[in-house]
């Protein structure tokens, strides 16, 4: 079974080794959708929903909510957040029952990228 929870943040960026407008400082209202894979446990979740949303406040959305990504990545694409995403939330959402699945994050309304563990 999939569990996916998605956020939102906004942030500024801009893209140092890009030639376009991209390259000038811009923002965005980023989507993001952490999904785990896995099977319920003996309280019928694969993980709780309010866990989830705790950690990935703490660890993501306090660091890039309101932000200038590139005091994070270097080079901060929608590739490189979700892998950067990705990495950070493996470990703290690794449970018996369930792993991090997937990291999707989405730049525009009709633009994302999925970061998996063969991604990383």
Known sequence: MFLCRE???DAAHNLINYHGKCEKLH?????LAVTLK???DEEGMIFDFV????????????KLDHSYI???LPQPTAEYISR?????LDKPLKRENCDLYEVK???TDRSSVICRREDI
């Open 105 to 107: 994050v989405w730049e």
């Open 7 to 9: 956020f939102k943040f």
């Open 84 to 88: 950067w995403v990705f990495k950070t």
């Open 38 to 40: 896995g099977e319920p």
């Open 51 to 62: 866990e989830l949303k705790k950690i990935v406040n703490e660890l993501v959305l306090s």
């Open 70 to 72: 590139n005091d994070i």
């Open 27 to 31: 923002g965005h209202t980023y989507r």
